[in-house]
């Protein structure tokens, strides 16, 4: 049917001679027999103003002024309350496109990827999207929703629908840093792709997204992803950095520091208490002014000064590669040797050979890795037929040199032990 339908209200008289008023009836349109439109004439509840262009919704009193379904549930509404126009059950959506071959899944936290896209005659954004893979991202734009129309494929007709304002569904990691509570600030995972966690403010700056409007107990959650625990709960959108220098400050100086993850502080760092660390630890540099207490090992790969002095308690051993040694010819024929022990300290046992002997150069010893300066070196004999003989010694940064000033005894051994400083 087409046309035109017009109602007037007001008391009129029927075909009988009685009267009636149209004010106490309603009009009501049929859709497959389901209510299309329903009109209460006895309230004003919807007009157009062909002259401003604007249709005009109200009632007299406070309440709904319309309903939004899905099938026969109402879902949301537009109400009004003294002077406050209320929308209820209120999410907002940006639109949104993922780049092909790419997806989320509902309650994901997506990044801006800055592909952004405009439907021509539209300067409303259809942003690049892409799942969020990174711990404390700035770049959240909200959560996946789904596809404007989820029977057809995404595109500029059909965008994507990100859950940005409102409250909404956000799946949530758990971090290690305990039961996430209502009200706790959430930021971007970097452990389960598309999840947020609880804001442990270890970052310098938290990127927040939302807060949780429902808690967490991580002991009764079953569901993990990539060996995590994981919970959709509702949450409220509210998007602000948060900077931690301070809060770090603060609980450095009023009490105990707990970081779960990475930290980096860009400024000086003042202990005035005790520092415990559990685990191991790489500095850049480390200085101590006053006293340092160390009660288990300390291994040290590159060199050590010491400006004052060195007071060990224990027993000094030294370690390293062992040195090697070159007879001389005055050692005889036949002679051989041992050494024990580094370029520190160690023992050296020359044999003399059964013939040829003599006085002058008996053997070159040279260390595994040279010294920067030639070192002292002491050398001390080992039994009595050593301590006989004369002898001296010179050093060279790469070895030193043992010469005896008497001719030795055939098939002997003469022993000594070592030691050098630079």
Excluded at 78 to 84: D, K, L, R
Excluded at 225 to 252: C, E, H, P, R, W
Excluded at 384 to 412: K, Q
Aim: proline share 4%; net charge negative.
């Amino acid at each position: 049917m087409t046309g035109d339908i017009t109602i007037n209200r007001g008391t009129y008289s029927d075909y009988s001679g009685g009267t009636f008023n149209y004010a106490s009836f309603h009009l009501s349109t049929m859709m497959y027999g389901q209510p299309d439109i329903t009109f209460v004439p006895a309230q004003t509840l919807l007009s157009v103003d062909t002259t401003n262009a604007k249709t005009i919704f109200g009632r007299d009193t406070d309440g709904t002024i319309l309903d939004f379904r899905s099938g026969s549930t109402v879902q949301g509404t537009i109400a009004v309350s003294g002077s406050t126009v209320s929308y209820n059950a209120f999410t907002g959506s940006h639109y949104g496109l993922f780049a092909p071959g790419t997806t989320a899944t509902r309650g994901e936290l997506v990044d801006l990827t800055g592909s952004n896209q405009y439907k021509q005659g539209s300067a409303e954004p259809y942003y690049g999207i892409a799942r969020a893979a990174t711990a404390n991202s700035p770049n959240i734009l909200g959560a996946y929703l789904g596809t404007t129309d989820p029977s057809t494929p995404a595109s500029l007709d059909n965008p994507e629908l990100i859950m940005a304002a409102g409250n909404g569904d956000v799946w949530i990691a758990d971090n290690g840093s305990g039961n996430v509570m209502i009200g706790d600030p959430l930021i971007s995972s970097g452990d389960v792709p598309g999840h947020a966690m609880r804001d442990t403010k270890s970052f310098p700056t938290s990127h927040i997204f939302a807060k949780s409007a429902e808690a967490i107990d991580w002991s009764t959650v079953t569901t993990t992803v990539n060996g995590m625990k994981v919970a959709k709960v509702t949450v409220l959108f509210s998007y602000y950095n948060q900077d931690n220098q301070n809060t770090i400050a603060q609980n450095l100086q009023g009490g105990s520091l707990n970081i779960t993850g990475n930290s980096i502080l860009t400024g000086n760092l003042s202990v005035i208490g005790n520092i415990n660390i559990s685990g191991t630890s790489t500095l850049a540099s480390l200085t101590v002014t006053g006293s340092a207490t160390i009660q288990q090992n300390l291994t040290v790969t590159g060199n050590t000064t010491i400006a004052g002095n060195l007071t060990v308690g224990g027993k000094i051993i030294t370690s390293g590669a062992t040195p090697v040694a070159v007879l001389g010819a005055a050692t005889g024929i036949g002679a051989n040797y041992t050494i024990e022990g580094n370029d520190t300290a160690g023992s050296f046992v020359l044999t003399t050979g059964t013939s040829g002997v003599a006085s002058g150069k008996q053997a070159l010893v040279t260390f595994a890795a040279s010294y920067e300066t030639t070192p002292r070196v002491a050398l001390t004999p080992k039994d009595a037929n050593s301590a006989a003989i004369r002898y001296y010694v010179e050093t060279t940064t790469t070895g030193f040199s043992v010469h005896f000033l008497d001719t030795p005894l055939s098939n002997a051994a003469y022993s000594f032990d070592y030691i050098l400083l630079q």
